[in-house]
Each structure stands twice: as C-alpha cells, then as structure tokens.
C-alpha cells in the first residue's frame, strides 16, 4: 500500500507537468492541423529562458511568466514564419510534420549551441516536504499540481464560456464553415498559436523544475509522451489529453514500483496501444465508419 | 480534425530517432588545407581531434579534454611547435553514442587536413571508434578503462587510465575506507556506466560487504523518483554511481526529497570531477549538503612540483577561451582527461621532434620511448625542456603532472588512485590514496 501511494503520487506530478504539456500541443494540432513536434524543443528553449532570468537573481516565478510569454512569441513566430509559409503552398501533413522535425533540431542545437551541452539546474529551494501514509511530496510538487489544475480549469473556461474559445472550436471542427460563419479564423489562428505557445513555455518550466536538471536534449523523450497522452484521449481533445496525461503518468510511475522502471514506458505505450486498439480516435475523439 | 494512423506512426518514429539521428563537429582554431598528416608542409598546423562527447547525458566530458588540448598545444606552440608546425585543437561531438560517434569520425577524417593525433574516445564510443581510427594508421590516447583494450592489440591506440574493473575496486576501497557495510549501485544505462557494475558486485562480494540495490537509470528518463524509493527502502550506508549529465542530480535531489530532507553518502567515479558535474549537483541539492556527502575516486595526479607548474600555468592561461567549458576552471587541474591527455599530447609532440616525422606510424614508436625511456634518461617535467634536450641529443623521458608513465606491450601505462572530495566553492580536495594492494585485494 505505501508502495502504491508513493507511485500515486510521483504519477500525479508527472501528469500534472505531461497535462499542461499536452493540453496545449492537442489544442494547437486540433485548431491549427499541424502536428508541431517542434513542441519539445520550444518547451525546452522557454526552459533556458527561464533558467537565464533565474541566473539573473529573479525568482524562478519570474522566469516562469518569461518562459511562458516567450513560448507564446517563439511560437508565434514560428508559425508565421514557417508553417504559415508551407500552408499556403499546399504542403501536404506529412511535409508538415518533416518540417515541424527539421524545425525540432534547429532549435533543439541551436539551443545546445547557445545553452552548452551541458546539463543546467534551477536555483530553487523545493520547500517543505509533505509525507503521509506512503505519499511523500515537495511543496513546489503541490504548486506544480495546483498550476496544472489551474490551467485545465483555465482551458475549460476559455473553451466553454468565452467567444474566442467557442471560435477555436469552432475553427477546429470546420476552418472553412467556421469562416463562412464570420469567423476571422486567421486571427483565431494566430492567437491559438499564442496561448499554446504560452501553455508550452510554462509546461517547459515546470518540466525542468520537476527533473531538477536539464540540458538541450531533455524533453526528446517527454515528447513522446505527449503524443502518446494527445493522442490517447482523441487527437485535437482539451480534455482527451488531460486524461491521456493523467493516464500516462500514472501508468508510468505506478508500472515502475511493481515491475524494474526500465520497463515503465514500455508498459505505458503497451496500455496506449491497446486503448488504441479498441478506439482507434481515442478515448474523447470522434468515432468513424 | 482526423489524422491517418500512419501518419501518427511515422511521426512518433521520427520523433524517436532525434536524438540518435543527431550529429555534429565543431572546429576550434585554424587549420590549414592541404596539410597532410605525413607530409605537413612547413609552417602548416597540425591537428589534435579531441573525439568525445560535446552533447548529450557526458556532454561535460568532451570541453574537459578540449581544455587540456588548449593547454598543452598553446605550451608547444609558445615553445616553437612541432618541426616547426603550429598546433591547433578540433572538437568532434560523438553525443555519447557509438551510432553519432562512427560517422562523426569518418567525417573528421574526409574534412581534417593536418590531423595528427586524436585524443578521448571514451568508454561511451571507444569500441566504435578505436578499430575506424586504428584502420586510418592514426595515433590515439583514450579516456576509456574498457577492460576489451587491456588484451587486444591496436597498433595506433595509447592509454594513460587504468581499466574501469580498477576504477569499480577503487570505488569499493573507499567504502571501506568510510566503514559503509551496505551499498547500493545507481549506474546510467550507457555503455560507459555499465561496465563498472560487475567488477563492483564482485568486489563488494569480495569486501563482505551487502548489495542493498542495484537500480539502473535511463539517461533520457526525466525522473528517478521510483528508483529513489527503492534506493532509499534497501536502506544503504552509500551509493555508488555514474550516471552523467542530468541523471544524478536529479537522482539526488528525489533521494533527498523521499529521504526526510537527507542525502545519502555518495561514492562517484573520477569522471564526476568536473565543473559541470560539480556545478549541476549543487545547484540540485546545494553545495553545502551535496559536499558533505561525496567521494569520488580519480588517479593520482601532481598537485605541485615542475610538472604541475607547467601543466597549472599552460591550463589557466586558457581560463575563459575553451569553448564549452563552464564552472570553476581550477576544477580541470584535477579531471581525470585533463591531466592525463595533456601528458599523451606533450608525449605526442615529442615522439614527432623524436621521430623528425608527423606521421603516427613513424613517431608512434617514440611515445613509447619517451614515456618508459632508458634507465639513466635524464627526467624532464614540460614539452620545452624534453624538446630542447631531445634536440640536444641527450636521452630523455617525459614526466608529466600525471606522473610516470610505464607503457605495457597493448600501449597501456595505468596511474594509482586517490580519493577526492569538493569544497562548498567547487575547489577539489584529495582527501586520500589507495594503495595498489588494496585493489588488487578486491580482484576477482
């Protein structure tokens, strides 16, 4: 039962960080149509913005709204000045998703060039430790789980009950209806690629807090993990993906105590590819045929 | 909204195959085209590869030798150079990983003019890279204690490290010497990390000492939380390891986070003294906690004498030009690859003044000369007074901060260890040695 309860926990953590993470790439995918699996290393370089702000003497917090306002310009940037570009010359999704890759090394070495290959820490104390039954976890833990609850509120919020939300929906389910509807759907466009871009520099940061350490190459595996969660819950599904993250990190942890943590991601992405198996658009996307 | 199958595979693929996908080179210096290694042109540089990794979980690994390449060919240089050739320092980035490390070395040679010695290779890429740069009849000093090279015969390599079997007994020594009766191993999933656990079982056998745990991480994994738990459940007096780059600190931070706010004592390979690895430790658990509680072993190396002097004065006149080189510069003084590879560059140098050829195949010879020399050679301590006895004609033998060398008929010359500690400010402190009786009381 201790053993239980403390892998409960490490997977909380590490769903509430793959949550933001996914919440904002799925939400991206859906409204956009490009799988930008340059997310990791925009995830990584909003992490290194921070770490510099951070290095500056400012608190880690600071840098955290840093990170996410540069994720949110990076991002930005990055779709005008690259996919936007590909789009309008007809460039098919699998081009797409070769640019978004040759995009991932760019900025993954170019990062690195900048940053050093070498691995880099936060200075950040992680706060009292809160221990019950086999439970054990840091305040900055607690603060990482709250941020990740605030921000899946927040993306409900924004979805739900307000107009540009309803537009992003809208523009997901149908970009040339959602037009002909009065939509300004290139501006809704432009600041999805923003409010993700924040999701994913914020999502970057509390990734390096939770690893404590971290170089230019970190979030490669991290990405995998995200589509998996992504694409677990329905490709393009705000809340698919919460249920993806939450899965995925809890299987992941949860397999470690019982069986050699080698073998964690394995057991997570045998369970993807089962769930998959029985729905192939995942647990919240559309059903087909 | 709907997105092929297939699509989702091949981005999933592609996205797996980043990191091994990856590689890249950096030249530092000048080099001069059309020099060739054999037939260097008069005036033309010659180049020292420094082929380790720049990237990637022992990325700290690779800017720790460039230094001591910095260091020993600005010395050489400032004494005139090589039959009158300049030398300059390459970096080749092998990330670790013998599937970047292959192609990254093909590309050195077909883009390298004037290479005329290759220094590092570690255990993560050695056994890759040892056999392409042998088979291209070009000199190399390594940094890998792979135990295959102690009986395998390559004409062209050269170490100045003992085999990792004896960095896994030294480690186990120290335990002894702090009294630990239950150990836990906590080693990287790299090749390099790996060849280290056996020896260690087997010595910790040997010793009466109790295996507690033995957690392997994965150097791309994000968290170790579950292999802390465990680590901290078996209950261990201290923990050996090697995992680089961002592994062990944030190892250590979860144990000290799962274990009440407390470090357990840490015993460290000799390639955990580096800056980088001093500077992301501390900054993961603080500088005071993590000093407290760790050891490392490392080889016995001068820490003053004509030697040192030469060594301390050619390194720090380098303090700030190394690229890639980050934290407390006074830390290469003591690494490991510092020391012991300006010792293989300055044997290198003077094999070539020896031998009058820049061509490995006719100085290689010479290393062997000049490093085990005659009885009765009269001992120099720097490239300058060795070369300017060698052009005097008096026999010589180089001895450098590493200490004397004794090369073995498969080019091995093994040092002693000794135990260090860091000081809250990053400074290393040799806290004690290991006598060789010791280690060989461990031995299978």
């Known amino acids: ?289 | 909204m709907k997105f092929p199958v297939l699509l989702l595979a091949a981005a999933v693929v592609a996205g797996a195959g980043l990191t091994a996908c990856s590689t890249s080179s950096s030249t530092t210096g000048t080099t001069t085209p059309g020099a060739a290694a054999s037939g260097a042109p008069n005036g033309s540089a010659l180049v020292i590869a420094d082929v380790a990794p720049f990237s990637g979980p022992d990325a700290a690994l690779g800017p720790t030798y460039l230094a001591s390449c910095y260091g020993a060919t600005s010395a050489i240089n400032a004494a005139g150079g090589v039959l009158g050739h300049p030398l300059t320092c390459k970096s080749v980035d092998t990330r670790g990983d013998p599937a970047d490390a292959v192609p990254a070395v093909n590309q050195m040679f077909a883009s390298t003019s004037g290479l005329s010695l290759v220094i590092g290779c570690t255990s993560d890429e050695a056994a890759s890279v040892v056999p392409v740069i042998n088979a291209h009849k070009m000199a190399m000093f390594c940094m890998t204690g792979q135990s295959e090279f102690d009986n395998v015969h390559y004409p062209y390599f050269y170490r100045l490290v003992p085999p990792d079997l004896e960095e896994s007994y030294a480690m186990v020594a120290i335990a002894q010497q702090l009294h630990y009766k239950r150990i836990a191993l906590a080693f990287g999933n790299d090749i390099g990390s790996q060849t280290f656990i056996q020896p260690a079982i087997s010595a910790l056998a040997k010793a009466g000492m109790t295996l507690a745990t033995n957690q392997t991480l994965d150097l791309h994994a994000t968290t170790f939380r579950t292999e802390a738990t465990a680590i901290i459940a078996s209950h261990p007096d201290a923990i050996m390891t090697e995992a680089l780059g961002s592994a062990d600190p944030t190892l250590f931070q979860e144990i000290k986070q799962l274990n009440g706010g407390k470090m357990i004592p840490v015993i460290g390979t000799s390639a955990a003294i580096s800056p980088a690895f001093f500077k992301s430790a501390a900054a993961a658990v603080g500088a005071t906690e993590f000093t407290a509680n760790f050891h490392a072993d490392n080889l016995v190396t001068e820490t003053s004498g004509p030697a040192y002097q030469a060594f301390s004065t050619a390194l720090l006149s380098q303090q700030g030009k190394v690229p890639g080189a980050s934290g407390d510069f006074t830390t290469y003084l003591s690494a490991p690859g510092g020391v012991h590879l300006y010792d293989g560059i300055n044997l290198a140098a003077l094999a070539m003044i020896k031998a009058k050829s820049t061509d490995p195949s006719v100085y290689g010879p010479d290393i062997i000369a000049i490093g085990n020399s005659a009885p009765g050679a009269k001992v120099c301590y720097s490239f300058a007074a060795c070369a300017a006895a060698l052009k005097s004609g008096s026999a010589s033998r180089y001895e450098g901060p590493g200490g004397p060398t004794s090369f073995d008929s498969f080019h091995d010359s093994t040092g002693i260890f000794q135990v260090d500690t860091y000081s809250p400010s990053g400074q290393v402190n040799v806290v004690g040695n290991l006598a060789a009786s010791q280690l060989r009381a461990l031995s299978g």
């Not at chain 1, 996914?22 to 995918?29: D, H, P, Y």
């Not at chain 1, 608190?59 to 990055?78: P, Q, R």
């Open chain 1, 1 to 289: 039962m201790t053993i239980f309860l403390a892998s409960l926990g490490f997977g909380l953590v590490t769903a509430s960080v793959l949550a933001i993470a996914a919440v904002g790439f799925t939400l991206q995918f859906g409204v956009t149509d490009v799988l930008n699996l340059a997310y990791g290393a925009v995830m990584i370089a909003a992490a290194f913005i921070a770490y510099v702000v951070n290095q500056a003497g400012l608190s880690i917090w600071v840098g955290l709204v840093a990170a996410g306002a540069a994720g949110a310009l990076g991002s930005v940037l990055l779709n005008a000045g690259v996919y936007t570009p590909f789009q309008r010359r007809g460039a098919s999704p699998i081009t797409m998703v070769i640019v978004s890759l040759g995009m991932t090394l760019i900025i993954e070495f170019g990062t690195q060039a900048i940053a050093g290959g070498t691995s880099v820490s936060y200075s950040m104390g992680q706060g009292p430790t809160v221990s019950a039954g086999g439970l054990v976890l840091s305040a900055v833990q607690f603060v990482v789980i709250g941020l990740s609850v605030l921000v899946m509120a927040g993306t409900h919020v924004l979805l739900r009950y307000t107009r540009l939300g309803k537009a992003m929906r809208a523009t997901a389910a149908n970009r040339n209806l959602a037009r002909n509807c009065g939509i300004r759907t290139a501006r809704v466009i432009t600041l999805t690629w923003a409010i993700t871009g924040a999701l994913c520099g914020l999502a970057g940061v509390v990734f390096a807090m939770d690893a404590g350490s971290f170089d230019a190459t970190s979030t490669d595996l991290f990405l995998i993990m995200i589509l998996a969660a992504a694409f677990l819950g329905g490709p393009g599904q705000a809340y698919g993906a919460m249920l993806g993250a939450l899965i995925i990190g809890l299987a992941t942890e949860i397999s470690a105590a019982y069986i050699t943590p080698s073998y964690k991601y394995v057991i997570a992405f045998v369970a993807l590819l089962a769930m998959l198996g029985m729905r192939p658009s995942g647990l919240l996307g559309e059903r087909t045929g």
